[in-house]
């Protein structure tokens, strides 16, 4: 009688030690449940790049402001050839310069979405985020007959919302894994050896078409010649995403907000 006592009082404080530990487990989960990926493999992220052993790059430009900047850039991509890159355009810019849109859409270039104003999305409640991305889709459907499935957010800037929103609505958010800092206009060679020294397969680059980004232009044909001469090869960012696995690098904490972008913004007043 006394060893089955002591055999179910054994077995009792095992079992207690044990709903002890899943209750802690299931604390610690609950409580970091916005920066644990492995167990929400769904969970949407933003994309920086793609993993692939082949030497394939998306050359992006944002576009958001003004009309002096983007022409010659369009005129040094046909110049070089250069038949695949991503324009993220604003909805208001694209409004205001639908000659420009419909030279891009001519060219055959890839169209994405820069949104509508160019707010921080993070601050917006859900039906305001929603707004943004319905108002530039409409807009910018409107000027290029397609709906973009591709949006880089104003600023970079983002949070799991977003990113939620964005999805449902049928977005993939973009980001970039070399940033050109043309936006800071740092010399020609300066930006020339930004993107050539840290441009990797599967890399996407950020680059600007806005008027604030003077030296761009300048840069650019230098970009394209030394890239080609690496082995690479120019892609969208779809075509980049369809011909390789996505495994973007993924958003694990409440808020993300592009420092750069952050800086190009108030830098320009966007």
Known sequence: MNMFYVFNGRKLKRM????????????????????????????????????TEKKVIALTFDISWGDKRAEPILDILKE????????????MWSQSHPEIVKKIVDAGYEIGSHGHKHDDYSTLSDEEIRTQIRMADNIISGLTGKSPSLIRLPNGDFDKRVLRIAEELNYKVIQ????????LNIGTS??????VSRAHPGDIVLMHASDSSKQTHEALPAIIDQLKAKGYEFVTVSQMIGQTEIQGKTVNTDTLSDPSARMEAAAFGL
């Not at 070089?80 to 909805?91: E, G, L, P, R």
Request: net charge negative.
């Open 190 to 195: 300066n930006i020339i050896d930004r993107v």
């Open 80 to 91: 070089k050839n250069i038949k695949n890159v991503t324009f993220f355009i604003s909805s």
């Open 176 to 183: 970039w894994d070399t940033d050109s800092r043309d936006w």
């Open 16 to 51: 207690l030690f044990l709903a002890i530990a899943v209750v802690f487990s299931g604390g610690i989960i609950y409580a970091e449940r916005d920066n644990i990926t492995v167990f929400a493999p769904q969970q949407p992220a933003a994309i920086y790049s793609i993993p």
